[in-house]
């Protein structure tokens, strides 16, 4: 599968962002789905994933309650919805997909070539 993640830019504190990753390939519905992020100077970081029927997400802590994912099947993609962004969101965001495992899963085997995501303050 691959992957093309889009939808980053620059917005202020307080502002949303829907990030899009659209998937080619076959068999879009078999891959758990993950979004993770590298902040300047910090490791790259999962921040949330979906089950493949969409009913499952898992949240990072640092963005519980402010960050939604959710997938379309039949449109082989997945989304990101960002609210309340503040400065420290500010970070190259990456989709990723695997077959392996479930929602909870941290390893993944395809990944997009990331979009940016600026916040100020």
């Known amino acids: 599968v691959q992957l093309q993640a889009s939808g980053g830019g620059l917005v202020q504190g307080g502002d949303s962002l829907r990030l899009s990753c659209a998937a080619s390939g076959r068999g879009f519905g078999n891959y758990v789905m993950g979004w993770f992020r590298r902040a300047p100077g910090k490791e790259r970081e999962l921040i949330a994933s979906?089950?493949?029927?969409?009913?499952?997400?898992y949240y990072a802590d640092s963005v519980k309650g402010r960050f939604t994912i959710s997938r379309d099947n039949a449109k082989n993609t997945v989304y990101l919805q960002m609210n309340s962004l503040k400065p420290e969101d500010t970070a190259v965001y990456y989709c990723?997909?695997?077959?392996?495992?479930?929602?909870?899963?941290?390893?993944?085997?395809?990944w997009g070539q990331g979009t940016q995501v600026t916040v100020s303050s």
């Open positions: 979906i089950g493949r029927g969409g009913s499952l997400a």
């Open positions: 990723a997909a695997t077959q392996r495992g479930d929602y909870k899963t941290s390893s993944y085997d395809y």
